[in-house]
Nanobody, 124 residues
């Protein structure tokens, strides 16, 4: 499975961005797709995840209520719509996939595949 993340950029505080993660290669109907983010010197942080088959969603408290994760099965693409962005949302955002659900969508080391990351910068 190859993952290609895109959609990052520079946005002012209060603005919105939509990140995309296109999956190619072998796909798994039972897998989980997630978004994580990381800033220098910090551990990778869970943002949101969705189960590919049932569309069950998971969110970090820090983004709940202002972010929406969704998937388009026909395009093998997962989206992360982020609204009301704040400077603390500045990070490199990574998409990731579990080949099968390992019991938690929140833990980065349970993911098998990772995209290259896309930088989100929120200016104040």
């Amino acid at each position: 499975v190859q993952l290609q993340a895109s959609g990052g950029g520079l946005v002012q505080a209060g603005g919105s961005l939509r990140l995309s993660c296109a999956a190619s290669g072998r796909t798994f109907s039972s897998h989980v797709m997630g978004w994580f983010r990381q800033t220098p010197g910090k551990e990778r942080e869970f943002v949101a995840a969705i189960t590919w088959s049932g569309g069950i969603t998971y969110y970090a408290d820090s983004v709940k209520g202002r972010s929406t994760i969704s998937r388009d099965s026909a395009k093998n693409t997962v989206y992360l719509q982020m609204n009301s962005l704040q400077p603390e949302d500045t990070a490199v955002y990574y998409c990731a996939a579990q080949s099968y659900f390992r019991g938690s969508a929140y833990v980065h080391h349970l993911y098998d595949y990772w995209g290259q990351g896309t930088l989100v910068t929120v200016s104040s």
